[in-house]
Structures are given as structure tokens and as C-alpha cells.
């Protein structure tokens, strides 16, 4: 018996020393803190959208969200086959008891409320908030001023931090409607009962190029304005011993610039996008 | 051995019944207070209550959230206050369509048939959705799109479905001997049922349709999909950003201040309707 738990250790450890290359020898940080010893299970939204997952298909890496996933559990210690992924809502996220997943990975803005209840990463993110419109909403006059903003019937999605942000920093004279997810508020701007709705950029120009005819990006605020910063970051069951770890692997990604390569590589369309002051 | 026993003049079968009376009181409240106190004191014993009370039973958020709440109940009560009466005119419209006894109107049958069997049938969810977005996304100008405008439709429609059904069962429920005694009055058929079939008909039916009441008060909730935000809207909101589940109880809390006198209101009508046939 004692044996064989020796071997089996000799036979763990061998793989980890291949798998992780000698460069990232850090597999001991994350060693029996994981949900299933020697995976790493990590959820995503069902179904997770581009260009944060390409093709609803984490496995294959690809996508801004997938690819840091691999990246993280890759200086964590982990082979691209020791990472499960699992589905959550954000409802079974926040629940209270048990999670069933190492870290949740849905564009999840870091806030105080919320770390009270769940514990968040360092941020893999900055995001900068985007205006979505038509183009019949924009020959109808309106421009990426707030004052001109402030006119327009506004819509969101009611799960996303864009609620408090449309309230606190636009304060559209009407109050704004809000729905379930992104093909509802895409379906209420068809029916034109809605002129704007405020989005995370990257999802804002993927629904604007792909999911509405006519769809437009009137404007954004800028990821790094002072008032509530949007900050995506990696969600774990409250007290969770694999943080530390998880930090370790963000802070590393974010100083030798991988997480500024991987941005580069899936979010780059970004750019050129006007501010608004 | 007096048969007139001690207490003011009790017979012994009285006091016999009053022993029986305080002992199966006795009883009840004991049992009652065992299960409450099995649920007080064992549900926070279990491991997981800390985190359960704190993701449900938060009374700082409580607090936070319910000023609000309770404000964005006040549009549930409008557009309640709103379908309410139209879903009775409706209902009833499809109720006396379904009864038309001349063979030239039988297409009206048919609709009312199909109506019915098409809008109990269909989750009322997909009925919100297909006319709240689909009759919009024709291309109607503002305000004629709006949300409130057709998820209310959509409400009524489904709900009429089901009050008219109820109708019916009131209408049926005359016997038909009436109609025929009607009839050999000389009144009309029209006239046979406004003033024979339908005042009894709809008093009958008053307590069946209290229930309905109480159900369309819940599913006003459901016009939150396509955009109003009203209480349960809200609470969605406050759940995400709070990452906690409390705003929804505050949110029941508020409806059960509406709905439990309701029931019981229903309750009472129905009791006294059952005392005045029997």
C-alpha cells in the first residue's frame, strides 16, 4: 500500500515537472486546494459569448476569457487537459454552500458588495463601457455627449454593473428598461421600444457588427475613469485557499505583459472607438 | 350526586365537551409550538445556515432594498389595476361566445374554442414575448410600441383564456330549465342571458374568479422580460449587484402583504356561498 502511494506521488510529480516545463514550477501552490485533486474545474457562462469565448466552445482556448482560463491554470500548474469546464448562471454562482467550480470566468465586475459575499481575483480586465445604438437613432440627432444621452430611452441588461452606471453618471430623463440578457435588449432595440443600451465595449461591438442590422457604437467611457471602474475578475466561493494562487498567476500574466498580449490578440478591434468626455 | 354539576350550572355532557375542547387545544398549540421550535432551533444547527441566512435573510439589505421595492410594487399594482377589469370584459365576451345557441354564429364557437384551447395551452411567458416584441418589431411608431401597451395585451389574453373557462362552468351550471322557462316568457335569447343566466352565472363564479386574481397579481411580474421594472425586476437588479438573495424575499414579503388577505377574502366568499346552497 505505502508503495504504491509513493509511486503514485513520484508518478504526479513526474507529470507536473513535464507538463510544466521547468519554467512554471509553481504546481505546489494549487496542490489540494482544487475542487477534483489534480484538475482544475473552471465554469463560464451558458452560453458564454464572443469575443470572450469564440464559438461557445471554451476547450479550444480560443477567445479573450478561454485563453487567459489556459494561460492562468498554465502557470497554476496545470496541463491544457487537467482544465474541466463546467456552466454556471450568475444566479448559481452567488448561492450560498458549495461551489462546484475552482474559479467562475463570465466577465464579473469586481464590486464591494459583492466581495462580501464571494471572493474576486486581482482584475484580468479594465473594461471600458460602450453606447449601442441604431443608425436611425443616430441620423435622429444623437451624439456621444452625455446631455444628448440623457434624451434617449435607455435599456440594459439587468444582471451587469451597466444598471447603476446608466443611472449614476448618464441619468436619462426616462427611466431606462431592463431585461434578462443581451438577445432581449438586441430584440426590444429591433422593436425600437429602446434608442440605447450600455454594454461592455467588446460586447457592445460584437452585438453591434454581428447581432443587430444597422447597429451602431455611438461612444465610450474609457475603462479608467475615476467614478466606478468596471473590472472584470475571476470569481471563487468566498475563503477560497486557490486566491492567492490565482493572484500569483493574474499578477505574473499582467507583468511580463502576456495578459496585454493575449488583450491584443482577441479585444483589438477596440480601439478607435470615440470617448465620451 | 347532583346531575347539575359545579360550574355555573353545567350538565356533565358540557363539561365533558368543554374538557374535550381545552384538551384537544392543549394538544394542537403543543404540537405547533414542538414543529416551530424544531424548526428555529435544528435549521441554524446545520453547517451551511451562516452563509444561508446571509445570502437570504441579510437584514442590511433588507433595509437597503426595501424603500424601493416597495416603490417599484406600486407599477405591478398599476398595470394589475389596469388588466384586471379588461380580462373580465374579455372573459366574458368569449364566455357568451361559446354559449351561442343559433346555428348561423357557430363560426363563433369555433374562435372561442380555439381561443381558449390556443391561449390556456401556451406558457404564458411565450405569449408575453411573441406580442410584447413580435407586434412592436412590426414597426409601430412611439408610444404605440410600448412594452406596457402589449405585454399588458398579452396578459389579458392569456388570462381571459382561462376566466372565460370559468365563466362557462357558471353559465353551465343554470339549469337549463330556466332558459327554457325564459324562453316561453317571451324573451329573447339575448335577453334570456342578460338578465336569466348571466347574474346568476357570474355570482356564482365570484370566489373561482378571486383565485384568478391572485394568480394574475403574481404573473404581472412576468411583463419584467421585456423590459418594466417593476418589483421583481428591481430585486433582479439588486440580487446581481449585491450578489445576494435577499431583495427577492423582500420582494415576496411585499407580495404576501397583498396576496394572504386576498386569499383569505377569497376564502370567506367561498364559505358563504357553500352556507347559502346547503
Not at chain 1, 443608425?135 to 451587469?160: E, R
Not at chain 2, 421595492?69 to 373580465?88: E, G
Not at chain 2, 324562453?183 to 352565472?201: C, E, K, T, W, Y
Request: glycine share 8%; charged share 15%; with cysteine.
Amino acid at each position: 500500500m505505502v508503495r504504491s502511494r509513493i509511486l503514485g506521488a513520484t508518478g504526479i510529480a513526474l507529470v507536473l515537472a513535464f507538463s510544466a516545463g521547468g519554467a512554471y514550477a509553481a504546481g505546489d501552490c494549487a496542490a489540494g486546494k482544487t475542487i477534483t485533486d489534480g484538475v482544475l474545474t473552471i465554469a463560464t457562462g451558458n452560453p458564454a459569448y464572443f469575443p470572450w469565448v469564440i464559438d461557445d466552445a471554451p476547450e479550444t482556448g480560443k477567445g479573450f476569457e478561454a485563453a487567459v482560463a489556459y494561460e492562468v491554470a498554465m502557470r497554476m500548474g496545470f496541463d491544457a487537459d487537467q482544465v474541466a469546464w463546467t456552466r454556471t448562471s450568475f444566479d448559481q454562482a452567488i448561492q450560498p454552500g458549495a461551489k462546484d467550480f475552482d474559479f467562475n470566468m463570465q466577465q464579473y465586475s469586481i464590486t464591494a458588495d459583492r466581495e462580501k459575499v464571494v471572493d474576486f481575483s486581482v482584475p484580468y480586465y479594465h473594461a471600458p463601457m460602450a453606447v449601442l445604438t441604431t443608425q436611425s437613432v443616430v441620423d435622429g440627432g444623437a451624439a456621444p455627449t452625455l446631455s444628448s444621452l440623457a434624451g434617449l430611452v435607455w435599456g440594459a441588461d439587468s444582471n451587469t454593473t451597466a444598471v447603476p452606471m446608466l443611472n449614476e453618471l448618464i441619468a436619462p430623463a426616462k427611466s431606462p428598461l431592463l431585461y434578462n440578457d443581451n438577445t432581449d435588449v438586441v430584440e426590444a432595440m429591433k422593436a425600437n421600444q429602446i434608442d440605447a443600451a450600455l454594454f461592455d465595449l467588446p460586447t457592445a461591438l460584437y452585438l453591434g457588427a454581428v447581432v443587430l442590422d444597422g447597429g451602431v457604437i455611438l461612444g465610450q467611457f474609457p475603462a479608467d475613469r475615476s467614478e466606478n471602474p468596471d473590472r472584470f475578475g475571476l470569481l471563487m466561493e468566498k475563503g477560497n485557499p486557490l486566491k492567492a494562487c490565482v493572484d500569483d498567476a493574474l499578477n505574473a500574466m499582467t507583468e511580463d505583459g502576456t495578459l496585454a498580449g493575449i488583450e491584443a490578440t482577441w479585444l483589438s478591434q477596440n480601439t478607435g472607438v470615440p470617448v465620451i468626455e | 350526586m347532583a346531575n347539575s354539576g359545579v360550574g355555573g350550572g353545567l350538565t356533565r355532557r358540557q363539561l365533558f365537551e368543554r374538557r374535550a375542547r381545552r384538551r384537544a387545544l392543549i394538544i394542537a398549540s403543543t404540537s405547533s409550538l414542538a414543529v416551530v421550535l424544531a424548526i428555529v432551533l435544528l435549521v441554524p444547527l446545520a453547517p451551511g445556515w451562516e452563509a444561508v441566512k446571509n445570502s437570504f435573510f441579510n437584514g442590511e439589505v433588507f433595509l437597503r432594498t426595501f424603500p424601493t421595492l416597495l416603490r417599484a410594487f406600486l407599477l405591478d399594482m398599476l398595470i394589475f389595476a389596469w388588466c384586471a377589469p379588461l380580462i373580465a370584459i374579455w372573459a366574458l365576451v368569449i364566455a357568451i361566445c361559446r354559449d351561442v345557441q343559433s346555428p348561423a354564429l357557430y363560426p363563433l364557437r369555433i374562435f372561442a374554442t380555439i381561443y381558449t384551447d390556443v391561449f390556456r395551452g401556451v406558457p404564458v411567458i411565450l405569449v408575453v414575448y411573441l406580442i410584447g416584441f413580435g407586434v412592436p418589431g412590426l414597426g409601430l411608431p412611439r408610444p404605440w410600441n410600448s412594452p406596457y401597451i402589449w405585454g399588458s395585451l398579452a396578459l389579458i389574453l392569456t388570462y381571459s383564456a382561462y376566466v372565460a373557462e370559468i365563466y362557462r362552468s357558471g353559465i353551465e351550471s343554470i339549469h337549463a330549465s330556466q332558459r327554457a322557462a325564459a324562453h316561453s316568457l317571451g324573451l329573447s335569447g339575448a335577453d334570456v342571458m342578460r338578465f336569466v343566466i348571466l347574474p346568476q352565472a357570474v355570482r356564482r363564479v365570484v370566489p373561482a374568479n378571486m383565485n384568478m386574481l391572485i394568480a394574475l397579481q403574481k404573473d404581472v411580474a412576468l411583463l419584467s422580460f421585456i423590459g418594466p421594472v417593476e418589483i421583481f425586476r428591481q430585486a433582479g437588479v439588486y440580487k446581481s449587484l449585491l450578489a445576494n438573495f435577499t431583495p427577492y424575499v423582500v420582494a415576496a414579503v411585499i407580495f404576501l402583504a397583498i396576496t394572504v388577505p386576498a386569499t383569505r377574502f377569497a376564502d370567506a366568499l367561498l364559505a358563504r356561498q357553500n352556507r347559502a346552497r346547503s
